[in-house]
Each structure stands twice: as C-alpha cells, then as structure tokens.
T-cell receptor, first 114, second 112 residues
Framework: ETGVTQTPRHLVMGMTNKKSLKCEQH?????MYWYKQSAKKPLELMFV???????ENNSVPSRFSPECPNSSHLFLHLHTLQPEDSALYLC?????????????FGPGTRLTVL | GENVEQHPSTLSVQEGDSAVIKCTYS??????FPWYKQELGKGPQLIID?????GEKKDQRIAVTLNKTAKHFSLHITETQPEDSAVYFC???????????FGTGTRLQVTL
C-alpha cells in the first residue's frame, strides 16, 4: 500500500536465536530507517541509512545489527535478544531533500522474544 | 536533542464533533512538523504536515496550526467520523528531516 514492505509480519524467537527482519521499498527513495515501537512510548529511531551509508545509530545495543546492501533493501539482524526487545519494528523510507519530506512506513514486524 | 510532548493520550468524541490534539517541542531549530495516523495492524501514515514558515495548513476536515514562539502545534479534525478512530502521532524534525522525534501518540475514539 505505501510502497514499503516488511517480512516477516510476525516473529517469535528465543533469546539464543538469530533472525533477520527484511524491508524493501519500491519508491526510489534514497534514505531508509528502522524504528522500534513499544506500548506507551514514542517511536524510537534506531538507524538511518542515506544512500546506503549509515548516518545515525541511536545508541542501539549491538545485538541489533543493520545492513543496507542497496538503496531499496534494509535488513535488521537480531541475535541474543532480551524479552524487553519485544516490540513492533517499523521500517520507513524517504527521499531526502533540504526541505524535509514524508517518511513512508511499512506495516511493521511484530517481534516477541521469549 | 529534541523532545516532543503530546496530549491527550486518549480522546473520545462523538461522531460529528471536533477533535484537537496538541504537541509541544523543545528545539527551536525544528522546522518540519508532520502528523501521522496509525490504524490497527498498519504502520503510521502521514496525514498532514507543516513547515515553520507557515502558521496554518488545512486539508478538507484536517488542519494543523503552528505557533513557533510558544513551540507548539496542534491537529484539528472537524466533523469526525468512525473511520477517524486511530492512534495519531505528532513529530518534529530539522533540515532534511531524516531524524524525526515523535510524540507518545493519542488514541482517538469516535463513537456513534
């Protein structure tokens, strides 16, 4: 619908598992983002990629590892997560200009860490 | 860094009434203020935005006002309908707006 797709939509994993979240944008944008959305908290920006280069890392623990192989794809690799990492993980993309533009969000991946 | 506060956290209105959601921000350098609507099972979607060189913007039943001196901006929805029920987020950003700071969200319930 928005041109940003995320897979899987739901993921349950144990604390010792390794998994990856995938995001793809079909909008020709040059920037991509990972956000964490927890109940009763603001959306938390995790990572920003601008033309495949990481430009923002908001003090995210190393158990979250992003990868941006090209401007259309973004991954979030997960390993040895904690139960408090359970949340909705949202991917977004935008076309960066000097005036600021809309960020288009995907539907999110609902992650549960057991 | 930027801090955005949003009120109220929940809002219930009758169909046809107006709804107002307010946000304040801390960084005077912020110049881009979008509002997003998030429906159940979906990601946030932009419904309206405003830049610091404008005091008010309107799009059909939705309007946003910005007071740069007081550092606050508001979302106004008139003639509310059941499909307006959702969670609404305000945000503030600067420059290219690659870094938006979001409010905590307002759950709007429009009752019949």
């Amino acid at each position: 619908e928005t041109g940003v797709t995320q897979t899987p939509r739901h993921l349950v994993m144990g604390m010792t598992n390794k998994k990856s979240l995938k995001c793809e944008q079909h909008l020709g944008h040059n920037a991509m983002y990972w956000y964490k959305q927890s109940a009763k908290k603001p959306l938390e920006l995790m990572f920003v990629y601008n033309f495949k280069e990481q430009t923002e890392n908001n003090s995210v623990p190393s158990r979250f590892s992003p990868e941006c192989p090209n401007s259309s794809h973004l991954f979030l690799h997960l390993h040895t997560l904690q139960p408090e990492d359970s949340a909705l993980y949202l991917c977004a993309s935008s076309q960066l200009t000097s005036g600021g533009t809309e960020q288009f969000f995907g539907p999110g991946t609902r992650l549960t860490v057991l | 860094g930027e801090n955005v506060e949003q009120h109220p956290s929940t809002l219930s209105v009758q169909e046809g009434d107006s709804a107002v959601i307010k946000c304040t921000y801390s960084d005077s350098a912020s110049n881009y203020f979008p509002w997003y609507k998030q429906e159940l099972g979906k990601g946030p979607q932009l419904i309206i935005d405003i830049r610091s060189n404008v005091g008010e913007k309107k799009d059909q039943r939705i309007a946003v006002t910005l007071n740069k001196t007081a550092k606050h901006f508001s979302l106004h929805i008139t003639e509310t309908q059941p499909e307006d029920s959702a969670v609404y987020f305000c945000a503030g950003g600067t420059g290219t707006a690659s870094k938006l700071t979001f409010g905590t969200g307002t759950r709007l319930q429009v009752t019949l």
